[in-house]
């Protein structure tokens, strides 16, 4: 490392204009990881939540399940009875738009991710405030999304078209979205009324219809069967959140920015430490007249590497993170440790392979042209 802090002290100013460099891409590291946890937790965190290992839709249904996707009860009945299964229930999921009629936000309007379920049932959830789903009583449970608008306990929203009155009997104190939507819990009858629209006794076909079954399978559990028998496809937890609106697009177009941001920053690193091998030829060269080995010139020149990008990407993921707490509640934002550690992560690693690549002309130098045999 000798040789490599004596450079970084005789050019500190290219190498603190290529760690600005590296730290300002840190930066938008941290903030597009960020983002991107940010934009996955707002679409899918309501799916994410609930305690199910998969998701049985309608076979016909190829994509967007949740808003093409219906089941009859003979379906999640039938999934209740096949081998390998330990919970088969009947889940609804719908978007609707309500305005509260009752409360200190009259009047306001507010969407709502509504997700159907049994007043028993394992999915429903236990209010940190108020009380629980009862079955046919026209309440919904809130989350934290919701509570956040104004909307409180005791509360009443009435929906558009069905004109379905909504009594908020409890609170979920977690922000779960779907869609980007803030989800609210009700029972499995109040969100027949609501997904279909109709105010009154529901017709008898609507009355036994969900979006989906949710399973809970044993491990290795075989279900081509009962799918066959049923018309239905069962998908894994995960595989169900390309079915949230838009999560499948943000997700992609997120993956491809922060790949692209990955390769830049590769070929930055490596432009700067070419240039910089080549301005050092002469040096090269005289050390290795005078006896260093290429193998000690080219580890020095790689801890050089390391030295600048840890550094720099340690600055940088600091002001990322400061600037990245500034922005959470004002924007999809969140900050997740792993994905952060990733990010940086990949910025040293790609960082160094472009790095490697311009350092090993080191080996090809000849230490014939410093005793002049170029002249």
């Known amino acids: 490392m000798f040789l490599a802090l004596r450079d970084l002290r005789f050019a500190r100013g290219r190498f603190a204009l290529m760690g600005a460099v590296v730290a300002l891409i840190a930066v938008l590291g941290v903030l597009l990881s960020g983002l991107a946890s940010g934009l996955a937790d707002a679409g899918i965190s309501g799916l994410r939540a609930l305690p199910v290992t998969h998701m049985a839709f309608d076979e016909k249904?190829?994509?967007?399940?949740?808003s093409r996707s219906t089941v009859e009860e003979e379906d999640w009945q039938a999934w209740s009875k096949a081998p390998g299964v330990e919970r088969a229930e009947p889940f609804g999921n719908t978007l609707v738009n309500a305005q509260v009629t009752q409360g200190t936000k009259k009047d306001e309007q507010v969407n709502l991710a509504v997700f159907g379920?049994?007043?028993?049932?394992?999915?429903?959830?236990?209010?940190?405030?108020?009380?629980?789903?009862?079955?046919?009583?026209?309440?919904?449970?809130?989350?934290?999304?919701?509570?956040d608008l104004g909307v409180q306990v005791g509360d009443v929203l009435t929906a558009d078209r069905s004109g379905v009155r909504l009594k908020v009997v409890g609170l979920v104190d977690e922000t779960v979205s779907y869609g980007h939507i803030g989800v609210v819990y009700a029972d499995l009858d109040t969100w027949r009324h609501l997904h279909y629209g109709l105010p009154g006794d529901l017709p008898e076909a609507a009355s036994q219809q969900a979006t989906a079954v949710a399973l809970t399978l044993k491990p290795g559990a075989d279900v081509a069967a009962v799918e066959k028998a049923t018309g239905t496809l069962a998908e894994t937890k995960e595989a169900t959140f390309d079915a949230s609106p838009g999560y499948e697009a943000?997700?992609?177009?997120m993956a491809l920015i922060k790949g692209f941001l990955y390769v830049i920053s590769a070929l930055v690193v490596g432009a700067f430490f070419t240039v910089w091998t080549v301005q050092r030829k002469p040096e090269i060269a005289l050390m290795k007249a005078l006896g260093a080995p290429t193998g000690y010139i080219l580890r020095d020149a790689l801890a050089q590497v390391v030295a600048v990008l840890v550094g720099a990407t340690a600055l940088g993921t600091a002001a990322g993170l400061a600037l990245g707490s500034a922005m959470i509640g004002k924007a999809p934002f969140s900050l997740s440790a792993p994905a952060i550690a990733t990010s940086s992560g990949l910025l040293i690693g790609l960082g160094t392979v472009g790095a490697v690549v311009a350092v090993r002309r080191i080996a090809a130098v000849d230490p014939l042209t410093a005793l002049g045999a170029t002249r």
């Open 117 to 147: 379920m049994t007043s028993d049932s394992s999915l429903t959830p236990k209010p940190s405030e108020g009380e629980s789903l009862e079955e046919g009583s026209a309440g919904i449970v809130i989350t934290r999304e919701i509570a």
């Open 250 to 253: 943000e997700s992609s177009t």
């Open 61 to 66: 249904a190829t994509s967007e399940q949740f």
